[in-house]
């Protein structure tokens, strides 16, 4: 099963170049880095990025990060997935862009 990270232009940046991150600022706050399924990544990116530009879509493999992923209750009860380790690019099998158009974002067709 896919999961999905968004990332800013400088975390994804800081992605790249480091090979490895905690994540972005709220990842950081809560000790994990928080992720998406493909069913609640829309509204993610809607609540907590709203209008931005520039931002990446990351998928991971969640069966691949075995017991460092939780599941676990947030937003309207929903199980969320949580990374509690750091993320490498190793772990990321693709990204996209979401690009940002007449203020909405552009998730694409084919998340698989």
Do not use: C
Request: aromatic share 10%; hydrophobic share 45%; proline share 7%.
């Amino acid at each position: 099963m896919l999961i999905y990270k968004i990332f800013r232009a400088p975390e994804w940046a800081q992605l790249q170049a480091e090979g490895q991150t905690q994540g972005a600022p709220i990842d950081l706050t809560d000790g994990y880095i928080h992720f998406s399924t493909a069913e609640q990544v829309i509204e993610t990116v809607a609540k907590h990025f709203a209008g931005e530009p520039d931002l990446m879509l990351l998928a991971v493999d969640a069966d691949a990060a075995g017991d460092t992923l939780k599941w676990e209750v947030s937003r309207g009860g929903a199980l969320f997935p949580h990374l509690y380790r750091e993320l490498s690019m190793p772990d990321v099998l693709w990204t996209k862009p979401l690009p940002l158009e007449n203020g909405t974002h552009i998730f694409p067709d084919d998340m698989t």
